[in-house]
C-alpha cells in the first residue's frame, strides 16, 4: 500500500512538474506555436528595430525612422511572387481602403518591402504598386537597398524566407504595425485586414 501511495505520490509531483514546464513553454498556455508567442511577447514588449537604407518604387531613399511621429503598417513581399504575396498585397489594400482617408499620410502609412534587393529594381516595385493600387504616397513599395541589411531586418521583424530552388522563395507572411516610436508593436494575420485596420482607426 506504502509503495502504492508512494507511486501515486511520485506521478503527482511529475504531473504537477510537467504541468508547470508546459505552461511555462507555452506562455500560460496562450502560445502553443512559436509564431503566436512571438506575437505575445511584441505586445508585450514592443521591439525596436535596426536602421536600414530603404529605396522606394520612384527611387527615393529613407528609413523606417523616417516615420516616427506616425503608425506605419508594414509587410514584406517580393514582386516575383505570385501566391502569397499577392494574398498580402489584397490585404493591404483593404487596409488602406479602410482607414480614415484624412489620417492617410498624416497619422498612419503602409510600406511593403521586398527582401529580394537584387532582382526588384524601382521599375518591379512601381510595378507590383500600380497593381494594387499603391499611390508611392500614403502606400510606398521598397526594396532593402543593401543585402548585407536584409538579415538584421527580416530577423527583427520574425520574417523568416527560405529559397525555394526555383528563383523563387517561401516566406511567412504577416501584417505589422509600428507605433508613433517607430517600434513594432504588433503583428496579425493576414485574413484579418479589416481588424487590423479598425485597431488603427481606434487609435488615431
Known amino acids: ?9 511520485a506521478g503527482g509531483l511529475v504531473a504537477l512538474l510537467g504541468f508547470g514546464v508546459f505552461w511555462s513553454a507555452t506562455d500560460g498556455f496562450t502560445a502553443f506555436t512559436a509564431e503566436t508567442a512571438r506575437r505575445a511577447e511584441i505586445l508585450r514588449s514592443p521591439r525596436s528595430l535596426p536602421a536600414v537604407a530603404l529605396e522606394d518604387q520612384d527611387g527615393r531613399r529613407f528609413s523606417l525612422q523616417d ?3 506616425r503608425l506605419l503598417a508594414v509587410e514584406f513581399i517580393y514582386t516575383r ?22 489620417a492617410l499620410g498624416h497619422e498612419v502609412a503602409l510600406l511593403s518591402i521586398s527582401f529580394d534587393a537584387a532582382r526588384d529594381d524601382p521599375a518591379s516595385l512601381k510595378a507590383y504598386g500600380q497593381a ?19 538579415a538584421p531586418l527580416l530577423a527583427a521583424f520574425g520574417v523568416v524566407v527560405i529559397p525555394d530552388g526555383m528563383g523563387g522563395f517561401e516566406h511567412n507572411a504577416a501584417i505589422h504595425l509600428l507605433g508613433r516610436d517607430g517600434k513594432l508593436t504588433q503583428i496579425s494575420d493576414i485574413d484579418q485586414p479589416v481588424e487590423f485596420a479598425d485597431r488603427i482607426a481606434s487609435s488615431l
Open 81 to 102: 511572387c505570385t501566391t502569397i504575396c499577392r494574398s498580402l498585397g489584397m490585404a493591404f489594400r483593404q487596409v488602406r481602403e479602410r482607414l480614415p482617408a484624412q
Open 132 to 150: 494594387f493600387g499603391a499611390d508611392g504616397a500614403h502606400w510606398r513599395i521598397a526594396r532593402i537597398h543593401s543585402p548585407a541589411e536584409v
Open 67 to 69: 516615420y516616427r511621429g
Open 1 to 9: 500500500m506504502k509503495a502504492g501511495r508512494a507511486g501515486l505520490v
